[in-house]
């Protein structure tokens, strides 16, 4: 079975600083890498994902991650904060099953405040 | 494109009673997700469907817990007899069967008294 662990639940930068979300996965097969963002109150917006094409993968709102399969980590960054980043993201893991992949497995999640 | 919808967005109801959700997909998406997610976790799988067939139901789903899509296109999440650990979010999301993203709706969130 495929897991997920995100390292820090809580991360506060400075607005204009480098955003570093940690993400770790367990699989036994290949996998398809996901990060979501959730603004309070409300569903699950897709920032970017992973499917065995390039391992640096570009997403919205200037976000990027990168899959190293030697390391089984698919880190979130963006090099500049913005206050409008702050919101909880989620690391999320699929894996193929008879073919096509389906159910999600999400990290805990990790808060980012945005200090100005 | 008007994205996945989710009916109610908020559910607050007595211990013991039955409460139905509901969740609209993206049109063309025949794959349809039910997730929860209680505070200061991330969702948790609970069932899909492929068209109108169930696939797959977590070991989360209770026998107090039933999902339906009756015709392929919206589904239902009926809870009953709900206790307070059924107080969470609960999540839809949709997806083409071979691409493997999801797009998720803005939730329901149950709270149980």
């Known amino acids: 079975a495929q897991s997920v662990t995100q390292l820090g639940s809580h991360v506060s930068v400075s607005e204009g600083a480098l955003v570093l979300l940690r993400c770790n996965y367990s699989?036994?097969?290949?996998?398809?890498l996901f990060w979501y963002v959730q603004y309070p109150n409300q569903g699950l917006q897709l920032l970017l994902k992973?499917?065995?094409?390039?391992?640096l993968v570009k997403g919205i709102n200037g976000f990027e991650a990168e899959f190293k399969k030697s390391e089984t980590s698919f880190h979130l960054t963006k090099p500049s904060a913005h206050m409008s980043d702050a919101a909880e993201y989620f690391c999320?893991?699929?894996?193929?099953?008879?073919?096509?992949?389906?159910?999600?497995?999400f990290g805990k999640g990790t808060l980012l405040t945005v200090n100005p | 494109d008007t994205g996945v919808s989710q009916d109610p967005r908020h559910k607050i109801t007595k211990r013991g009673q039955n409460v139905t959700f509901r969740c609209d997909p993206i049109?063309?998406?025949?794959?349809l997700y039910w997730y929860r997610q209680t505070l200061g976790q991330g969702p948790e799988f609970l069932t899909y469907?492929?068209?109108?067939?169930?696939?797959?139901k977590s070991r989360l789903l209770s026998d107090r817990f039933s999902a339906e899509r009756p015709k392929g296109s919206f589904s239902t999440l009926e809870i009953q007899r709900t206790e307070q650990g059924d107080s969470a979010m609960y999540l839809c999301?949709?997806?083409?069967?071979?691409?493997?993203?999801?797009?998720f709706g803005p939730g329901t969130r149950l709270t149980v008294l």
């Open positions: 999301a949709s997806s083409l069967a071979q691409s493997g993203t999801q797009y």
């Open positions: 699989s036994s097969v290949p996998p398809y």
């Open positions: 992973y499917t065995s094409a390039a391992t």
């Open positions: 999320a893991v699929s894996v193929s099953s008879g073919g096509s992949n389906y159910k999600l497995t």
């Open positions: 049109s063309e998406h025949n794959r």
């Open positions: 469907f492929q068209n109108e067939a169930q696939l797959e």
